[in-house]
């Protein structure tokens, strides 16, 4: 375990360094914020001596959906993987297409990766059909990604969108044709389902980011997990 640790930090490491600070020549390691609401359970934890007051923080419920192969996947089941989400349609103007390739641009980084998910979803599941959806993602070649196309399944994506993510995703029925509103953005999860992260996919610097974080996050991981 200790060698296995060791290794993913080497591979980890430019990742890492980036969050390490310089100030007045000391170096301060800073965690990345953790999204949603906050509640103070009223305990405290002992660390290093120093009281601790215990939070309850926002966590993404797991939901089922129906990808691009059409079978059922249970997004944000496991508790070994972080994941990134975002939210789309297929017949959107440019800017899904220019979301989705940032998108594709980190699931490369990541596809030998087995603790990296990507899920895309649509918002317009009366439209997006699993054939739909696999027609559109055959370019980004998904299933070499870990990456899932979902649409209509067991839950609700406005919901999941509005008390999960935290973020806006609804039908402009003000319109003739087809139009959506949704967030540009991608979602960094921790293993935790907790929110680590938004990324402005029109913003390339936003999205090397992600990249960088996501290393953090997965260094994190291996600190928790491994034995002292």
């Given at each position: 375990?200790?060698?296995?640790?060791?290794?993913?930090?080497?591979?980890?490491?430019?990742?890492?360094?980036?969050?390490?600070?310089?100030?007045?020549?000391?170096?301060?390691?800073?965690?990345?914020?953790?999204?949603?609401?906050?509640?103070?359970?009223?305990?405290?934890?002992?660390?290093?001596?120093?009281?601790?007051?215990?939070?309850?923080?926002?966590?993404?419920?797991?939901?089922?959906?129906?990808?691009?192969?059409?079978?059922?996947?249970?997004?944000?089941?496991?508790?070994?993987?972080?994941?990134?989400?975002?939210?789309?349609?297929?017949?959107?103007?440019?800017?899904?297409?220019?979301?989705?390739?940032?998108?594709?641009?980190?699931?490369?980084?990541?596809?030998?990766?087995?603790?990296?998910?990507?899920?895309?979803?649509?918002?317009?599941?009366?439209?997006d059909s699993p054939d739909v959806l696999q027609a559109?993602?055959?370019?980004?070649?998904?299933?070499?990604?870990?990456?899932?196309?979902?649409?209509?399944?067991?839950?609700?994506?406005?919901?999941?969108?509005?008390?999960?993510?935290?973020?806006?995703?609804?039908?402009?029925?003000?319109?003739?044709?087809?139009?959506?509103?949704?967030?540009?953005?991608?979602?960094?999860?921790?293993?935790?389902?907790?929110?680590r992260g938004y990324y402005d996919a029109n913003e390339?610097?936003?999205?090397?980011?992600?990249?960088?974080?996501?290393?953090?996050?997965?260094?994190?991981?291996?600190?928790?997990?491994?034995?002292?």
């Amino acid at each position: 375990m200790k060698k296995i640790a060791i290794l993913a930090g080497i591979l980890l490491l430019p990742g890492f360094l980036y969050y390490l600070l310089k100030q007045k020549g000391e170096n301060r390691y800073t965690k990345l914020p953790i999204y949603g609401e906050k509640i103070l359970t009223g305990t405290f934890t002992n660390r290093m001596g120093e009281k601790i007051p215990d939070t309850l923080f926002h966590q993404v419920s797991p939901f089922t959906l129906t990808n691009q192969l059409g079978n059922a996947v249970q997004v944000l089941a496991s508790d070994t993987c972080l994941s990134v989400v975002n939210f789309f349609y297929t017949r959107c103007p440019a800017d899904c297409n220019h979301m989705n390739d940032e998108l594709n641009r980190v699931a490369e980084r990541f596809s030998a990766n087995g603790l990296v998910r990507f899920y895309t979803l649509s918002v317009d599941t009366a439209f997006d059909s699993p054939d739909v959806l696999q027609a559109y993602a055959a370019k980004y070649a998904p299933q070499t990604k870990k990456w899932d196309f979902l649409t209509a399944g067991q839950d609700d994506v406005y919901r999941i969108a509005r008390e999960g993510f935290l973020v806006d995703a609804v039908q402009d029925t003000t319109r003739g044709e087809a139009l959506f509103l949704h967030s540009p953005s991608l979602i960094l999860v921790d293993t935790h389902r907790r929110i680590r992260g938004y990324y402005d996919a029109n913003e390339r610097k936003e999205v090397d980011r992600l990249v960088d974080e996501i290393k953090l996050l997965l260094v994190q991981e291996i600190r928790e997990r491994s034995p002292l």
